[in-house]
């Protein structure tokens, strides 16, 4: 008996196809179905772009393309799941046979506050948001956040009362609202956690020094003239002044490197 040398089956590259309206020899399309219309995408598309790709503009639902501003959320399910899925727009690369509904806006509660009146007991975050109390724990929150954000386990630490866990936990929140639209308390828990978040950072976070100092050099004036000279520039030569910046080495290891340039420091 000879060895046969086992093979891994080959995969076929798959043919990027950028932009591209007319698309390359050898590329792919794929079905998606948008708004239950069933479209032929590219399949290296990502969700965004592969909407774009059939035709739709996005006036709303699209700002950073980058999964940081949250205007993209996106609930899909694949034919023949009953599973829901959820993901940004922006990060999330098509697969056949996606039916897809974009949720660009979800509405929730926000409560009215001025943070420096608000103190920095949990007491002010349960009185703003009392509903914060009936959680019931199902956990959907945190299965629809597209960011993997522990979101049922900053609302219980916030239920205990505990700031601190509660802004740690949400730091990756970028308010898509994908959590309070599928909250059966009716708990609008994005906003609860910027307001744990904003509280934690006024209240109870220690206050770095050297930003206590630079605040304090903004306020005297110190950068006044340079914004000045900076928004009488046109277009041109704030891009050149961007381009031909001091810019601090990739490697450079932290806290090492300084500009030439000292007059702002
Ligand atoms: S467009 Fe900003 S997160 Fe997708």
């Known amino acids: 008996m000879c060895d046969v040398e086992k093979k891994a089956p080959q995969k076929t590259p798959r043919v990027a196809t950028g932009d591209r309206a007319i698309l390359p020899e050898g590329a792919k399309t794929i079905p998606v179905y948008i708004m239950g219309k069933r479209y032929e995408v590219p399949e290296t598309l990502t969700i ?3 909407m774009e790709f059939a035709g739709f503009k996005f006036l ?10 949250g205007a993209c959320p996106t609930v899909y399910r694949m034919a023949g799941d009953y599973k829901l899925h959820f993901g940004l727009a922006c990060q999330t690369v098509v697969e056949a046979d996606m039916y897809l509904a974009q949720i660009p806006f979800f509405p929730a509660n926000r409560a009215e506050y001025k943070i420096e009146e608000i103190g920095g007991a949990a007491e002010a975050i349960h009185a703003l948001y009392p509903e914060l109390f009936r959680c019931v724990a199902c956990n959907l929150c945190t299965k629809a956040c597209p960011m993997d954000v522990d979101v049922l386990g900053y609302i219980s630490a916030l239920k205990q009362g505990n700031i601190k866990k509660a802004a740690e936990l949400s730091f990756d929140c970028i308010q898509c609202g994908l959590c309070a639209s599928r909250c059966m308390g009716e708990i609008p828990q994005y906003h ?3 307001l744990a978040r904003r509280v934690y950072g006024r209240y109870i ?6 930003l206590k100092a630079r605040v304090a050099e903004i306020e005297s004036g110190k950068y006044d003239a340079m914004l000045q000279d900076l928004s009488a520039m046109s277009k041109e030569e704030l891009e050149k002044c961007y381009v031909e910046r001091e810019r601090e080495p990739d490697l450079a290891s932290p806290g090492t490197w300084q500009p030439n340039e000292k007059q702002y420091l």
């Open 205 to 210: 976070q220690a206050q770095a020094a050297h």
């Open 48 to 50: 965004m772009k592969a």
């Open 60 to 69: 709303r639902g699209a700002g950073c393309r980058g999964g940081i501003c």
């Open 192 to 194: 609860i956690a910027q």
